[in-house]
């Protein structure tokens, strides 16, 4: 069985951008109100008195959009020393990172994955649902501040949408060649906008390796992180190339992670919402730590079986809540 040693903590539901392929189109998501938050002492508790005595050495901060959340570089500070960390990192789309990234690598952030679906300004802006200013240069200019304060890896997360940013595969592979940055297409999921999803569908990881291959070569990296990416790489890039193939294919079997959603619930799957335990209710309520951990380890015994395993008729599921609220 594998050891779940992973945390994926959502710091905030709340989001600046408004990704089509994340977030319904239209509707009006239901913010959680400020004090439905786990607040920062309450969070430390869960991380210190429950998480870490159950197992979870791994965490990695992420929403919404992390950098939203005005305690976020104290947090990553206090999370970062505590001796029982062994990995700390960020999922942020960058728009608010330039200024921070010094602050963040200060603080014990040492990995970072920024989201960059285009590097077309005007198809970036019409994938995040801008309506105003382009955004696309802040997000650059985030990456470039990551990179030279010395993140690494520095991964880049690209959701690939049939007939909006799939002709920009080759352009986003490329950048893996001159500068060690990791960039990892996504398989589209019909997770957050199911009608986009019916749509447009979805793009293969294997087509995009057979597009990248047919233009550089590919070879597969000794290099393999511990989460579900297949690594390639373009013979003589400095950077890798990850393909996350949640739709082509099953990795329910070898996952290692647990979610806990900005409001508290620990979320054992992120396909599935059977099993989930509401831990800020409980704290609130006086529940002391030690039931709490009892909870988790009943939980983390019990994940196999609630692992979502038909990820080939998967996009059939329906999902009450979207990325940016369970936390991606
Ligand atoms: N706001 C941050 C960001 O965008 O990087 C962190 C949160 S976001 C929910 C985490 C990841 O989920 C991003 O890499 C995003 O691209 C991915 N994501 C969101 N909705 C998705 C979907 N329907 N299919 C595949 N990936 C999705
Ligand atoms: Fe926000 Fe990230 Fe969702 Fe885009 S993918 S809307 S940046 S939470």
């Known amino acids: 069985m594998n050891q779940v040693d992973y945390l994926r903590i959502s710091l905030i539901d709340r989001c600046n951008f408004r990704c089509q392929y994340c977030m319904p189109e239209g509707a009006e998501l239901d913010y959680l109100l400020k004090q439905e938050l786990l607040t920062d002492e309450e969070l430390l508790t869960l991380i210190q008195e429950v998480f870490i005595p159950v197992g979870f050495t791994r965490f990695r901060l992420t929403g919404g959009e992390p950098l939203l959340r005005p305690s976020v570089v104290d947090l990553v500070g206090k999370i970062a020393s505590l001796p029982a960390t062994q ?11 330039a200024p921070m990234a010094q602050s963040l690598h200060n603080a014990g952030l040492r990995r970072i994955n920024i989201s960059l679906d285009s590097l077309e300004a005007d198809t970036f802006d019409q994938i995040i649902g801008n309506g105003g200013r382009s955004r696309w240069q802040d997000v650059w200019n985030g990456i470039q501040a990551a990179y030279r304060v010395g ?178």
């Open 87 to 97: 990995d700390l990192s960020m999922t942020t789309n960058g728009f608010l990172l």
């Open 151 to 328: 993140f690494d890896p520095l991964k880049l997360n690209v959701v690939v949408i049939p007939g909006v940013n799939d002709h920009e595969i080759l352009n986003l592979a490329a950048l893996s060649i001159d500068k060690q940055w990791h960039v990892r297409f996504i398989e589209f999921m019909p997770i957050g906008n199911s009608e986009l999803f019916g749509d447009l569908g979805w793009v293969a990881s294997a087509e995009l390796r057979q597009q990248i291959s047919d233009c550089w070569g590919l070879t597969a990296s000794q290099i393999r992180g511990a989460g579900p990416a297949d690594v390639f790489q373009i013979p003589g890039a400095k950077g890798t190339l990850g393909f996350i193939s949640q739709m082509s294919e099953c990795f329910c079997d070898r996952c290692n992670r647990m979610r806990l959603s900005a409001d508290g619930w620990l979320r054992p799957c992120l396909l599935n919402e059977n099993g989930q335990i509401d831990l800020k209710t409980a704290l609130r309520h006086g529940i002391n730590t030690t039931q709490l951990r009892e909870q988790v380890r009943q939980l983390l015994a019990i994940k196999p079986e609630i692992n979502f395993k038909e990820r080939d008729s998967g996009t059939t599921a329906a999902y009450t809540r979207t990325m940016s609220q369970i936390g991606g």
